[in-house]
């Protein structure tokens, strides 16, 4: 079995003998063959394992890891987690709470140890019992093709990858060579309890489906290998495609040309909505392909408006871009100001006024003379105005857009728009309309920021106090300004 595994290894695997590689190591039959072919083979490494305080024999199994690492001189490194209280927290399944928290020790001990990869040990019959195991759920082509060998990026990171150099290799070899370098692994007694669906694949239907052909795991560890390579062509389209309507990407939001979104194949319109609710997400097991189906449909049929993927993520059309959003960032770095809250806020005249976030309202009262700049106000500044104090109906306020607001445009003798239909036709996007905020006084709107004040309030000769608003953005820490 050695030859078998060097050969694969360092055919599919590029990296040096003398490339640290962080194992994780649960002391289980796998993650112990791993450890011996890897120091066998001559691969620095260090050893990693998670007690995930669920078993009682948890205990146990560290003090075993951490003698066969002293054992073979290995660095070990041990972690003890909540796993029980960070499922009940997450509302998690104690096998995805657990999975999380190992995966989440393991890349970020990579990384302190400057490591090439982090190592698993799944095998081909786990490869298989995957692939069953989304068949059932009704996966699409990527749950199918079941666990890459190499990943990267992955879900835990986009600089180290994720290998799994047993995924050519049956757990009947892997026992017979622990038997003959006399390593003797732990045994997991859950792996029997068919209370998990995981154990039932193996235990019932695994040996069920042999009855029909004896073959039968190994065609489907075939077919995984074939899905793997034919996606390895559609994931170079869907990367450049992504590169091609991106157009901003950080944690929480993800932004795209919506309409060269529009004009590519469902098929890709799906893999790409896919792929960005896993890069804010990752959380696989809670985007199906009927989900997919019904929201790529929404996209395109609609110009302007917003669809929850989860509880933790939207989806925004916004004419000719879309953004998907983690919850509570839907208004980070906004080009408009936007309220905090819902709340009413008293505007200050003279003097400044907070508004939310890094928007100020400098208020000041300047007496009508001629050639004040007020003259000039028909090529106003976007956030600025120039209003008739004594036509405003005191004291003013600023307040959030509410349904049914209407004002009477400059220019249009009193007329009335609705101000929503202002958002539509400015093209301000749906997620900014709530909290856009409107200048008031008593009765009525005086002024909406970056577009229109009121007919009732505009200055004339007879004007005698004019009020002058300006609505100013601060400075970032760079004294560069920002919008």
Not at 308 to 329: H, Q
Not at 436 to 442: F, H
Request: net charge positive.
């Amino acid at each position: 079995m050695f030859d078998k595994f060097g050969k694969y290894f360092y055919q599919n695997f590029p990296f040096s003998r003398d490339q640290i590689i962080l194992v994780g190591v649960s002391g289980g039959p796998d993650s112990l063959a791993l450890m011996s072919l890897l120091v066998e083979a001559g691969q620095k490494i260090v050893v990693a394992h998670v007690n995930h305080q669920i078993r009682p024999e948890a205990d146990e199994e560290e003090k075993g890891v951490i003698r066969l690492s002293e054992k073979l001189g290995l660095p070990c490194i041990t972690s003890r987690v909540a796993a029980i209280a960070f499922a009940k927290q997450e509302s998690l399944s104690l096998e995805e709470a657990a999975r999380i928290l190992r995966y989440r020790f393991l890349f970020r001990e990579a990384e302190k140890n400057h490591a090439v990869a982090v190592a698993v040990g799944h095998n081909a019959d786990d490869q298989v019992e995957t692939f069953l195991l989304h068949l059932l759920r009704g996966s699409g082509v990527n749950g199918l093709r079941g666990m890459k060998s190499f990943a990267l990026p992955n879900a835990w990171s986009s600089q180290i990858p994720l290998i799994r150099p047993l995924l050519g290799i049956w757990r009947s070899e892997i026992l017979d060579y622990l038997s003959s370098k006399g390593i003797r692994p732990f045994w997991d007694r859950s792996n029997w309890d068919n209370q998990y669906t995981r154990n039932r694949i193996r235990n019932e239907l695994i040996p069920m489906l042999e009855g029909y052909n004896p073959a039968i795991r190994k065609l489907i560890w075939q077919t995984c290998a074939v899905l793997n390579s034919d996606l390895e062509i559609l994931e170079k389209l869907e990367q450049d495609f992504w590169k091609d309507i991106c157009l901003h990407e950080d944690e929480n939001s993800i932004e795209f040309d919506l309409v060269e979104l529009k004009k590519n194949p469902l098929s890709m319109q799906r893999r790409i909505v896919r792929r960005a609710w896993l890069k804010l997400t990752r959380k696989p097991e809670e985007i199906d392909y009927e989900h997919l189906c019904q929201i790529t449909a929404w996209i395109n049929q609609t110009l302007s408006g917003k669809r929850e993927l989860d509880t933790s993520v939207t989806w925004f059309n916004e004419s000719k871009n879309a953004w998907i959003i983690r919850k509570g960032f839907e208004r980070r770095r906004a080009p408009f100001p936007q309220l905090l809250d819902k709340a009413i806020v008293s505007l200050t005249i003279p003097g400044r006024t907070k508004i939310g976030g890094e928007w100020w309202l400098k208020a000041e009262i300047i007496e009508n003379k001629i050639d004040e700049p007020w003259k000039n106000s028909k090529n106003e500044k976007k956030w600025e105005a120039w209003i008739d104090l004594n036509n405003c109906r005191l004291p003013l306020l600023i307040r959030t857009f509410q349904a049914g607001d209407r004002i009477d445009p400059f220019g249009l003798g009193g007329a009335q728009v609705k101000v929503s239909d202002i958002f539509v036709n400015r093209k301000i996007p749906y997620r900014f309309r709530q909290f856009y905020p409107l200048i008031c006084d008593t009765s009525r709107i005086i002024w909406l920021p970056g577009y229109t004040i009121s007919e009732a309030v505009r200055i004339t000769d007879q004007t005698q106090k004019i009020l002058h608003l300006l609505i100013e953005r601060e400075m970032d820490p760079k004294n560069v300004p920002i919008g």
